[in-house]
């Protein structure tokens, strides 16, 4: 274990792997945060159909009924039914069914965001398998999404290497990556751009050409697979300027990716919003918000003042302050399961430890002036992340925004951490530290699996 210990990128490999499958395993299908929806948006990619459908083949929202109605009711499945939703293949009827009405928001999502999820179904209908064991092997690609790119970030990071490692083990992003859904690539893309930038801030090596080809893809699809992440890029404006032939080159490679990523993520928006929201002005969610974007974007430029104190409502009330700490440390489930309360005390201890450890610390200085720059950053994107949502999910004039989860804060939490100080040679190094952060870390993971075992079977 001590090998793992010294090596937190195999530690994260380690860890997460066990765990996520088991996680992947114990969830019955659509279980995990809106799959039923996730899984015909990959069906219409899979297809072709970037823009959406309004028809799907009749096995497809048969199959999905049949295994999300025990699942919202909390009904434990059968070795019978998992039988009978083995039976379900896409080639079993010709027949096609309208869309129902609260999935089609979710074709707004970039298909950037569901390639590798996309590619996985589209060999399963090539091979004409099972529904079910579609979903699990998108499941698993979805697992292998998140570990990889999280493995590789690990891997060159030059600091905060361990208490990322704890971060991205926590409950909430491990489950997320088990489950169908777009968060594997954004998050996973999110801690690799984070990587590379911090990596060139501690070395200031001269960039190759694969170097700045590599961070430029990696900005551009964090930008374009998830519209609130577009101005995250703005941070390879930190990269050294030593690491380019002068501060203007490095100055123009920055604009460059930045202006590429948001004029995508723009672009998309405008197109989905033209070909999607214009063609549903008005529909109600699974929870039956009525909500109409158009006439939500018309109060939000009328009324800024009145928006701000909506938002400022929001981040003040402290029910849903409580709800972003739980969902960033672990809900699980569709039904949104939560763990007994000494089990998210565990990763805070954890992660204070870690936060202190002098050996995970960034041995270079950051200036105030650029942490303050990253610090606004972050709260551009929850600002923008808050605008999508109010006007995507929630009532006209509704005084808090709904739908902003804890998880989204996943990608933001590492720029932050930049704040913390640097590295000093003379400090004690506590070697009980890291045993005792990831042993708390792990009994977390066990009462996880524990709360999505009794919330399920």
Not at 14 to 27: A, N, R, Y
Not at 38 to 66: C, D, K, N, V
Not at 260 to 270: D, E, F, P, R
Not at 428 to 456: E, H, K, M, N
Request: hydrophobic content about 50%; charged content about 10%.
């Amino acid at each position: 274990m001590q090998h793992f210990l010294s090596q937190p990128h195999r530690l994260y490999l380690l860890l997460g792997s066990v765990f996520g499958l088991i996680f992947l395993l114990i969830t019955p299908p659509f279980g995990g945060p809106d799959e039923p929806a996730h899984f015909e948006r990959i069906y219409e990619i899979a297809t072709a159909q970037w823009m959406g459908s309004p028809t799907l083949p009749e096995p497809l929202p048969a199959f999905e009924h049949a295994a999300f109605d025990p699942v919202y009711a909390r009904t434990p499945l059968t070795f019978d039914d998992y039988r009978a939703l083995y039976r379900y293949r896409l080639s079993d009827s010709n027949a096609t069914v309208a869309a129902e009405e609260h999935m089609k928001i979710f074709k707004i999502h970039n298909p950037l965001s569901y390639l590798p999820l996309a590619l996985t179904m589209k060999l399963g209908f090539l091979l004409d398998a099972p529904l079910l064991l579609i979903l699990y092997t998108c499941r698993l690609t979805s697992l292998l999404t998140g570990l990889v790119l999280v493995y590789a970030a690990l891997r060159i990071l030059p600091a905060h290497r361990y208490i990322i490692c704890a971060i991205m083990l926590l409950p909430t992003p491990l489950f997320i990556f088990s489950m169908i859904n777009l968060e594997s690539l954004n998050i996973g893309l999110a801690c690799l751009f984070f990587a590379y930038v911090m990596q060139a801030r501690a070395t200031a090596m001269p960039f190759t050409r694969s170097h700045m080809v590599m961070l430029g893809v990696i900005g551009v699809l964090l930008a374009l697979c998830k519209t609130a992440y577009m101005f995250i890029p703005l941070a390879a404006f930190l990269i050294p300027a030593g690491c380019f032939v002068s501060a203007r080159h490095r100055n123009l490679y920055a604009a460059l990716l930045v202006a590429c990523g948001i004029i995508g993520a723009v672009t998309w928006s405008l197109i989905a919003k033209s070909t999607i929201l214009d063609d549903l002005p008005v529909y109600s969610t699974l929870a039956g918000t009525h909500v109409e974007p158009n006439a939500q974007i018309r109060f939000i430029l009328t009324q800024p003042l009145h928006y701000g104190w909506v938002m400022l409502s929001t981040l003040t009330s402290p029910a849903i302050l409580r709800e972003y700490i739980t969902g960033f440390l672990g809900v699980l489930g569709h039904c949104g399961l939560t763990m007994p309360r000494l089990a998210y005390a565990l990763p805070v201890f954890a992660l204070t430890i870690l936060a202190f450890y002098p050996a995970d610390r960034a041995t270079f200085r950051i200036p105030t002036r650029q942490n303050l720059f990253l610090t606004a950053l972050v709260v551009a994107t929850i600002g923008i992340a808050f605008t999508l949502l109010y006007i995507q999910w929630n009532a006209v004039r509704s005084p808090l925004i709904e739908g902003f989860q804890g998880r989204y804060l996943l990608a933001l939490v590492p720029w932050l951490l930049c704040w913390l100080p640097s590295y000093s040679p003379t400090a004690p190094i506590d070697r009980r530290a890291l045993p005792l952060a990831f042993g708390c870390i792990g009994l977390c993971l066990s009462s996880a699996v524990y709360t999505l075992w009794q919330g399920y079977w």
